[in-house]
């Protein structure tokens, strides 16, 4: 019943929000115009930052645009899944949902609802993550009612979601492939696919100031992911962490923490453990962040993790809520 409620409301080009297996998406018919604002409105996103498209067959996709055959393999490995694609914009496509380019990101979730949802309604669904602009993304439906209640009419609740980081995003129109945002699927896995084993990361590899002006998919040019307080980052070995909170804890009496390593004796009243692998880490950082945010701490510090497997992903999303 509440699916065929968001159907019709999509149907009359109003934004829906709906579960992925990454994070809760705000989501519109891709292919009209005026429903594609709603999107931008709700959440008070600058125009210039790209939207997804997420279809729920490979059927919808050709009917969109053509697949680069370089993604072939890709996809037919990690779809549905946290994997985005650029591919070359067509004109069905509103000039809104690219932010002007001429590429298009595009996706195929793996949450049955979310599948469900596009395939009962029969276009693509534009989508970005279902918060206020900026802030942490949401991985639960409370979430997104804390942000966004008033402005939208319905939250589809999938539960909180399996990945908690948002799609990875890859242009294989480059002459070598490169990620241009980190995500639920790791570089390793990408790197075992025929074609991507040189793919490079952006910030990490390589930068493109160009792109960053003038971004084609979303997180790459606006501060993203910040609760509504100072977040800072602890780096270092675990022993340097544990020093540099001590000083941290003596010099802002309301400070909360995240730990994502094992626990230490650097005690605070306002911590949250949210996990000791990269896996869990990902899918309770924003969840945390919005915990402690909730707890009217006046700052966050983060434990940072190493860069690898999920690991890129936290911290591209540290690096930007720290910023």
């Known amino acids: 019943e509440e699916l065929q409620q968001a159907v019709e409301l999509l149907k009359q080009n109003k934004p829906v929000a709906f579960p992925t297996e990454t994070v809760y998406g705000l989501g519109a018919n891709a292919l009209q115009e005026t429903a594609v604002k709603s999107i931008y409105t709700a959440k008070g996103r600058p125009s210039d930052n790209p939207l997804i498209v997420h279809v729920c067959s490979m059927e919808m996709l050709q009917e969109l645009c053509e697949m680069p055959t370089i993604y072939q393999k890709l996809v037919e490995k990690h779809w549905p899944g946290p994997l985005t694609i650029l591919c070359p914009k067509s004109d069905k496509i509103p000039a809104s949902v690219t932010g002007g380019q001429e590429t298009v990101a595009i996706?195929?979730?793996?949450?049955?609802?979310?599948?469900?949802?596009?395939?009962?309604?029969?276009?693509?669904l534009a989508a970005p993550s279902a918060n206020t602009s900026g802030r942490p993304s949401p991985t639960q439906a409370q979430h997104v009612f804390d942000d966004l209640q008033g402005r939208i009419e319905i939250v589809l609740d999938g539960g909180p979601c399996n990945s908690g980081?948002?799609?990875?995003?890859?242009?294989?129109?480059?002459?070598?492939?490169?990620?241009?945002?980190?995500?639920?699927?790791?570089?390793?896995?990408?790197?075992?696919?025929?074609?991507?084993?040189?793919?490079?990361?952006?910030?990490?590899?390589?930068?493109?100031?160009?792109?960053?002006q003038a971004p084609t998919t979303p997180g790459m040019k606006y501060r993203h992911y910040s609760p509504n307080c100072q977040v800072i980052l602890v780096q270092g070995s675990k022993q340097e962490q544990r020093d540099k909170?001590?000083?941290l804890i003596k010099s802002h009496p309301h400070l909360g923490i995240l730990r994502t390593g094992p626990r230490t004796d650097v005690e605070c009243e306002h911590e949250l453990h949210i996990g000791e692998t990269h896996a869990q880490v990902a899918q309770q950082l924003f969840h945390g962040l919005r915990t402690l945010e909730q707890e009217k701490v006046s700052v966050i510090v983060v434990e940072a993790v190493d860069d690898t497997k999920e690991g890129l992903a936290v911290m591209n999303r540290l690096y930007k809520a720290a910023s």
């Open 107 to 124: 996706r195929m979730p793996q949450h049955p609802v979310a599948l469900a949802l596009i395939k009962a309604c029969g276009f693509p």
């Open 165 to 212: 980081v948002e799609s990875t995003v890859i242009d294989g129109l480059r002459p070598i492939p490169a990620i241009l945002r980190p995500g639920g699927l790791t570089l390793d896995q990408v790197q075992q696919i025929p074609g991507f084993e040189a793919t490079l990361v952006w910030k990490k590899d390589f930068d493109d100031k160009q792109l960053e």
């Open 245 to 247: 909170i001590r000083g």
